[in-house]
C-alpha cells in the first residue's frame, strides 16, 4: 500500500481561514467546513498566526525601529 500524502495549502489560504477565526464571527466548525479543513487545523493556524503576530512589521533592512509612541 501506498503511503498517504499529507495535503499542503499556500500561506495565503492559510492566512485568510486563520483572519476570519480570528474575527470570530463564525464559528471554528463553520469555518473548516466551508474550507474544507478539520476545525483543529483551523485553530492550529489561528494560534500561530496570534503567536507570530508581533514579527509581522520587524523590519530586514538592519534600520533600527523607531520606539512605541
Known sequence: ?????RKTY??????KVALEAIRG???VNEIG???GVHPVQVG?????ILEHAGTL???KRG????DDQ
Open 10 to 15: 499556500a500561506a495565503a489560504f492559510k492566512a
Open 44 to 48: 492550529q493556524w489561528k494560534k500561530e
Open 63 to 66: 534600520r533600527k525601529p523607531a
Open 33 to 35: 467546513q466551508e474550507h
Open 1 to 5: 500500500m501506498g503511503e498517504a500524502k
Open 57 to 59: 512589521f520587524e523590519t
Open 25 to 27: 464571527v463564525k464559528t
